[in-house]
């Protein structure tokens, strides 16, 4: 080798010597990147990891802190987690046995669990799914769920979580509200009265019994107006009030008018409205409660008829009692006057028996009198003769002690302070009077007693007279009221007295009864209604 070629290689391996320390030099700095990069990737790792498990940490925090029952579940309904809640609501712990949803759904509801189940695969969410469960304890609840798939990172379907709210007191108030409707429903629907809902004068809905008034079918009434279905002449007012009450100046109304049939025949009926108010006040819609009332018109009219030919026939007997009475009179007082002559002019030559005769007829003719004078009173007795005032009753017993005969030993006592009442003075005296004179006349006992007593209810006066008299047997209880009848054939009895009392009480719009006993006495109790 020459020396040229010595040289060529020992510039060749110097060369070669400066690479390899380039290189090493290369390696070295790559070396040390990497290593730098290694290092910062550890601490990048340190640091997901730290966030991996501070995020774990925190959902572990949200899953057990969440308020409503949270089950995550796997493909088949096997619970994989669960929640406090849930634990407390379904009453299981999926860590001390295994639990299967599918299991808890009521029989009522497993074919819309599969079809919801189905959808939750196909969509990735189920929302509002309700359902009835059973839970641990063996109570029926009603729930609702919010749910959606959990997957893997190949995207397919691994597992299910689900929120659950339990709505059983929110299913039992809908069920008791549709109950509650399905009720009032059939109530409406069976109503005597018939009912209509409008807007505005169109018609909405009806029940059967108004549709059966108009003779319509189920429906028909629904294409009509109010105005279509009433007679021309109500139009006009119904048309008024329901604009007041749509301007909220009404809220309810009561008329009485014609509708139209179907038929076109037309029938009388009371019509009471209502207005249907929203939150804000505003009307929505009319409700009508209807009233067939032509029969009771009709009736109402016949009565007014007959009180009128009632009254017109009353005035009629007032005055042919009247006439009567003076017509009886007269020839009364005409033998009356015969009589007292035969007994001045010719006592000399009566014996003993003749003046017992003149004497009899003279009673029999002033028991005729008392007689014609009852009959007077008790044909004058009605409610157009009264004169409202107000009566002190103290007074009027005081006064009656004074015009009646009382003997020495029988007391009259107000037994407490009676009442002063608006009532017709005269009739007032008459039934007071009555009373008391007869408890007077019938008591035989060495020492007589009569006591008035009273009490107020709500809508009346009550009243008893007591005494200590014969009594009157119990077949007279009843007849004792009727006119002409008496208990037995006292001179001064005319048996119009008690009946007297009873006419008087009816007019009043009161009740009159007596409990008494043969020899121990009798208890008149009646009422007069307030004024």
């Not at 040229?4 to 290189?23: D, F, G, S, T």
């Amino acid at each position: 080798m020459d020396n040229k070629e010595v040289l060529l290689l020992k510039k060749a391996l110097e060369r070669q010597k400066k690479a390899r320390i380039q290189a090493e030099q290369i390696l070295e700095q790559k070396s040390k990147e990497l290593y730098d990069v290694t290092r910062h990737l550890q601490g990048v790792n340190e640091r997901l990891e730290y966030l991996l498990n501070e995020k774990a940490s925190e959902l572990d925090g949200v899953f057990i802190n969440i308020i409503d029952p949270y089950v995550v579940m796997d493909l088949d309904f096997n619970v994989i987690n669960m929640n406090a809640s849930a634990k407390e609501f379904l009453g299981y712990d999926h860590t001390t046995a295994s639990i299967n949803l599918a299991a808890l759904v009521h029989k009522d509801y497993v074919e819309y669990t599969a079809h919801s189940m189905k959808s939750l695969m196909e969509i990735g969410t189920l929302k509002n799914y309700r359902a009835k469960i059973m839970v641990k304890d063996g109570t029926e609840k009603f729930v609702q769920i919010n749910s959606s798939l959990i997957y893997d990172k190949e995207n397919n379907p691994i597992a299910a979580q689900g929120i659950i709210r339990d709505i059983t007191k929110e299913w039992e108030t809908k069920e008791l509200l549709r109950q509650q409707k399905k009720q009032l429903d059939i109530i409406v629907e069976n109503s005597p009265l018939g009912i209509v809902l409008t807007d505005r004068g169109r018609i909405i809905k009806t029940n059967s019994t108004f549709r059966t008034m108009m003779g319509y079918k189920e429906g028909e009434l629904q294409q009509k107006c109010v105005k279509d279905i009433s007679s021309p002449e109500d139009v006009e007012n119904s048309a008024s009030l329901m604009e007041e009450m749509n301007t909220g100046k009404l809220d309810n109304f009561t008329v009485v008018k014609k509708y139209v049939r179907k038929d076109r025949s037309e029938f009388l009926a009371k019509t009471a409205v209502s207005a249907f108010k929203n939150r804000e006040g505003k009307v929505e819609y009319q409700v009508a409660m209807i009233e067939d009332i032509t029969e009771q018109r009709s009736l109402e009219l016949q009565k007014e008829k007959l009180l009128k030919e009632l009254e017109h026939s009353n005035k009629g007997l007032q005055e042919y009692a009247h006439i009567v009475s003076h017509d009886l009179k007269s020839p009364l007082r005409s033998i009356s006057a015969l009589a007292t002559w035969l007994s001045e002019d010719h006592k000399h030559v009566l014996n003993e028996q003749g003046v017992n005769n003149l004497v009899m007829m003279q009673e029999k003719i002033e028991a005729m009198d008392s007689l014609i004078d009852g009959v007077l009173k008790y044909s004058s007795i009605d409610i157009g003769s009264l004169e409202i005032g107000r009566i002190d009753l103290n007074a009027i017993v005081n006064n009656i002690r004074e015009i009646i005969f009382v003997p020495e030993h029988v007391r009259i006592v107000m037994l407490n302070p009676l009442p002063e009442i608006q009532a017709d003075h005269t009739r007032i005296h008459q039934l007071f009077q009555n009373i008391i004179s007869n408890a007077v006349n019938h008591i035989e006992a060495d020492k007589g007693l009569v006591t008035v007593s009273s009490k107020e209810t709500a809508t009346h006066w009550h009243f008893k007279i007591e005494d200590n008299g014969v009594g009157i047997p119990e077949e007279y209880h009843k007849k004792i009221f009727e006119v002409f009848q008496s208990l037995n054939s006292q001179q001064h009895s005319t048996g119009i007295g008690l009946s007297i009392v009873k006419k008087i009480v009816d007019l009043y719009e009161g009740e009159i009864s007596l409990q008494s006993e043969v020899a121990k006495g009798t208890v008149f109790n009646f009422s007069i209604k307030k004024l």
